[in-house]
């Protein structure tokens, strides 16, 4: 049974779906069968993998809120283990339109449960909010993923998240656990990063993994060739860097309660 890790922050331009990418990417590298769910209106983690939005038919829309099978949707990517439930623009009315449907949040979940077992990794990259689209995501989640970018008011807006994951275990799925933060886009010429580090570091103690992401010029330019860094430039700080997440990632257990 797949791991489930949602990667969030209401934050736009952290590295959530950056890291997704990634993440995911390398995971299946390592010898993992990965899926990689995009649930951004966006769809940048959908072109991220090469997948081309126009050419999608169905997406993670019609799993939300037509009740199509999940199974039906996804569809394999050029690297080997990865799969992916893309996102289209279709999905911006998902939102809305979700609010009267019975069981809202747990549709996600749903479909989810119904092809986990066919991977060891479910990766999802939630929207730049809290709204439906990321309950739903936490709600199908083993464990959520924060990344938090090396900047000024790197913790601002982290209580809301966090304030968000405590109502979600209270009501919505009582098993869900942080799986790490992930410091993001750190430009180690500045002393502000290491402040940060420090600061990230005396707030949520061993949950910071050791792999900190640079800022790197390869990891901006790998979405518009629709690669992962891995494939893009595998030689890269980037691709390296990912890598050592993805085994950080594998180390803390394949299953729920498997942390050490
Ligand atoms: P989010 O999904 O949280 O909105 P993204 O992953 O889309 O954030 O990142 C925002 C922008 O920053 C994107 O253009 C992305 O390519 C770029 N970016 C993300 N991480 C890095 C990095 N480590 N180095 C350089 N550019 C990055
Ligand atoms: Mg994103």
Not at 8 to 34: P, Y
Not at 90 to 116: C, F, M, N
């Amino acid at each position: 049974m797949g791991k489930v890790i949602a990667i969030a922050n209401q934050k736009g331009g952290v590295g959530k779906t950056t890291s997704s990418v990634n993440l995911s990417a390398c995971l299946a590298f390592l010898g993992n069968k990965v899926l990689l769910v995009d649930i951004d209106p966006q769809g940048n983690a959908t072109s991220g993998v090469g997948v081309n939005k126009a050419d999608v038919e169905n997406c993670v829309y019609n799993v939300l809120v037509e009740d199509m099978e999940a199974e039906k949707v996804l569809v394999s990517t050029a690297v080997d283990n990865l799969d992916v439930i893309p996102a289209t623009i279709q999905l911006a009315g998902a939102e809305i339109e979700l609010v009267p449907t019975i069981s809202r949040e747990v549709r996600l979940k749903k479909a989810i449960d119904s092809v986990k077992d066919n991977y060891d990794y479910v990766i999802i990259d939630c929207p730049p909010s809290l709204g439906l689209l990321t309950l739903n995501s936490l709600t199908a989640a083993d464990t959520v993923l924060i990344p938090v970018q090396c900047e000024y008011y790197a913790l601002e807006g982290l209580s809301q998240l966090l304030n968000t994951i405590r109502l979600v275990q209270k009501h919505l799925n009582k098993h869900l656990m942080i799986e790490g933060v992930l410091l993001t886009m750190l430009d180690a010429r500045t002393n502000l990063g290491i402040q940060v580090i420090e600061e990230v570091k005396k707030y949520f103690q061993d949950k910071v993994y050791q792999s900190i992401i640079p800022r790197n010029v390869r990891l901006g330019e790998a979405p518009s060739y629709g690669q992962p860094i891995i494939i893009y430039d595998p030689k890269s700080r980037g691709a390296e860097v990912y890598l050592d997440l993805a085994k950080e990632v594998m180390a803390h257990g394949q299953r729920v309660g498997e942390r050490s």
